[in-house]
């Protein structure tokens, strides 16, 4: 079993910023991919920033250039630096990975984070 351990969040005023930060614990053998969903109230949730352990990365439209994820492989961390927030990133955040296991045989799961709020308001 992988646990996803988040840290951050808050209220932010708009142009703000935040870092969240995240640290998956567990039988791993390696992470192939972490990032970032969100879910806003009424809302379906999305993916806002993936990165993989080569560090190809992929944002969301609407947070490009705003914010930045940055992964540590050997540590099996990831941060998320989010600059200039608008109130529409207002959202529960969700760490994500993608996890081969050391007792799974090389077959990947999907693990979550309990979530951390973000609200973005003057």
């Known amino acids: 079993q992988v646990q996803l351990v988040e840290s951050g969040g808050g209220l932010v005023q708009p142009g703000g910023s935040l870092r969240l930060s995240c640290a998956a614990a567990g039988n791993i053998a390696s992470i192939t991919e972490m990032g970032w969903y969100r879910q806003a109230p009424g809302m379906q949730r999305e993916l806002v920033t993936q990165?993989?352990?080569?560090?190809?990365?992929y944002y969301l439209d609407s947070v490009k250039g705003r914010f930045t994820i940055a992964r540590d492989n050997a540590k099996n961390t990831v941060e998320l630096q989010m600059s200039s927030l608008k109130p529409e990133d207002t959202a529960v955040y969700y760490c994500?990975?993608?996890?081969?296991?050391?007792?799974?045989?090389?077959?990947?799961?999907?693990?979550w984070g309990q979530g951390t709020q973000v609200t973005v308001s003057s």
């Open positions: 994500h990975a993608v996890v081969d296991t050391t007792t799974s045989w090389g077959l990947e799961s999907d693990y």
């Open positions: 990165i993989t352990s080569s560090g190809t990365t």
